[in-house]
Nanobody
Framework: VQLQASGGGLVQAGGSLRLSCAAS????????MAWFRQAQGKEREFVVV????????SYADSVKGRFTISRDNAKNTVYLQMNSLKPEDTAVYYC?????????????WGQGTEVTVSS
């Protein structure tokens, strides 16, 4: 299974971007999918997760009310709508998924898409 993230770019503060993460491969059967981000010089941090079955979500406090995750099961794709972007949202965004509900590690990662928010 491969994850292909896209949609990053340069946007002014207050603007919006929508990221996509498309999964390919016959054995794609995630328990959940998530977005993480890593700013330059910082550790990777959790952004949001969505349960593949049922669609329940959980957001980092820093993005609540601004970011929205959604999924299209038929397309094996997860989206991240990012509104009211701030310079501190600048990072490389990675999508990932877990196969099972056990453990904390994610099994597959996308290559990342860069988001730059200018002030």
């Amino acid at each position: 299974v491969q994850l292909q993230a896209s949609g990053g770019g340069l946007v002014q503060a207050g603007g919006s971007l929508r990221l996509s993460c498309a999964a390919s491969g016959r054995s794609f059967s995630p328990y959940n999918m998530a977005w993480f981000r890593q700013a330059q010089g910082k550790e990777r941090e959790f952004v949001v997760v969505i349960r593949w079955s049922g669609g329940s979500t959980s957001y980092a406090d820093s993005v609540k009310g601004r970011f929205t995750i959604s999924r299209d099961n038929a397309k094996n794709t997860v989206y991240l709508q990012m509104n009211s972007l701030k310079p501190e949202d600048t990072a490389v965004y990675y999508c990932a998924y877990k196969i099972s509900p056990y453990g904390i590690s994610y099994d597959y990662w996308g290559q990342g898409t860069e988001v730059t928010v200018s002030s």
